[in-house]
């Protein structure tokens, strides 16, 4: 998994800024970026349910539901990360590690103090506390992956929120800073020597490149006025020469569109983000959905039947098993093991909880495999 948020996530950028600072695409180029954007969503999408705790993680999750359910949402997020990691790879270059750094900070202290301010909704049984995994990995990992694309659900309700936010945030805030510090300083200019990608122009750029002997390199384009200077973008070459693009009397525009494209990026991944927290719940997923002319089936997962166990609540447990139409749906889940291997009926008669014993028994659970009637019956005398 972490082989393609280290590997898919970075070499994108890489190459996108590429392409856009030498105006050249290699066939090469055109193959891998599509397969890195599939591969990065993918798996960011089964992380989302492999990366939680014991009993609410799905270790083999259906493609079906993936596909269906996440992968469209996911891919919605991946796409407005990597428009903005690409302008801003494309501005500040090497130096777009401390951009990464600071988001990986902001999401990490983030998490921290919702941490500390938040109190916890849900009791653990007494014998999973030992083995429940421990919030700060599921931070740490969480803080590194939504660099790319938040997916990490983890043990509590908040984790991907969280981060899902914090890490817009602290994009938005980089993005700001770095452009006001170069409308107003030429900070851009000062830093890299006008080394920006084509979609931002540099002032001057005859006199940057006079001591660097680049001047073949300077181009123009985005406007009918090309000051005799060749086009900065052209699909028939695959050159690896950085180019810089003087700015036009047009810029103004051009600006205003790249803002609108970073501002719809930034909207998108909001509403990706928060697609991806209701569907996080597994209670959301109970509910038949379609996604276009794709029917979606209600997915009942154990968490859920564990959590009325959990809280003794034969009540809504009764309920929420009546409300399941298919027989077989609900047969399947009252028979479901936990995280420890035992079945429902066991777990509630371990814990001397005859009345949610007695429902799940009326829906046809069983303590075994075999699930024999006398040898119920014999189990529960014993408890």
């Not at 998994?1 to 070499?11: C, I």
């Not at 180029?29 to 599939?38: G, K, N, V, Y």
């Not at 003794?312 to 027989?327: K, P, S, T, V």
Request: hydrophobic fraction near 45%; glycine fraction near 4%; aromatic fraction near 10%.
């Amino acid at each position: 998994m972490y082989e393609s948020f280290l590997e898919a996530g970075p070499q994108m950028i890489t190459q996108l800024v590429i392409i856009l600072s030498t105006g050249g695409v290699s066939s090469a180029q055109l193959a891998s970026l599509p397969l890195s954007f599939i591969s990065l969503s993918f798996t960011a999408s089964k992380a989302f349910f492999t990366l939680r705790d014991r009993e609410t993680r799905e270790t083999d999750p259906n493609i079906r539901m993936v596909v269906l359910i996440v992968l469209p949402w996911m891919m919605m997020a991946v796409l407005s990360s990597i428009v903005i990691w690409t302008f801003l790879g494309g501005l500040l270059g090497e130096y777009v590690l401390v951009g990464i750094l600071v988001n990986i900070g902001t999401v990490l202290c983030s998490l921290k103090w919702r941490k500390y301010f938040t109190r916890a909704d849900e009791e653990l049984f007494e014998d999973d506390m030992q083995e429940n995994e421990s919030e700060s990995s599921f931070h740490i990992e969480s803080s590194l992956t939504s660099v790319w694309v938040p997916s990490i659900v983890g043990g509590k309700s908040y984790i991907f929120c969280t981060s899902a936010v914090s890490s817009i945030v602290a994009k938005t805030i980089i993005i700001v800073t770095v452009c006001l510090l170069d409308f107003t300083t030429e900070f851009l200019t000062w830093l890299r020597n006008g080394k920006v990608f084509l979609l931002w122009c540099v002032k001057d750029a005859v006199e940057v490149c006079a001591d660097r002997n680049c001047v073949s390199n300077i181009c123009s384009d985005f406007t009918e006025e090309v000051f005799n200077l060749t086009r900065c973008f052209s699909l028939e070459k695959e050159d690896m020469v950085q180019k810089m693009r003087v700015c036009n009397q047009n810029e103004l525009e051009i600006r205003v569109v790249i803002f609108l494209f970073l501002i719809l990026s930034i909207v998108m991944s909001l509403l990706a983000s928060y697609k991806l927290a209701k569907v996080s719940q597994w209670w959301e997923l109970t509910r038949p959905a379609r996604l276009l002319c794709f029917p979606v089936k209600p997915v009942y997962h154990r968490s859920l039947l564990f959590g009325f166990i959990r809280n003794n609540d034969h009540q809504g447990l009764d309920h929420f098993l009546e409300n399941i139409a298919d027989d077989t749906a609900r047969r399947d889940l009252v028979n479901v093991y936990d995280a420890d291997g035992r079945k429902a009926m066991m777990v509630a008669k371990d814990r001397q909880l005859l009345d949610v014993w007695a429902v799940l028994a009326k829906h046809g659970g069983v303590h075994s495999d075999h699930g024999e009637a006398d040898q119920i019956v014999r189990l529960l005398a014993v408890g």
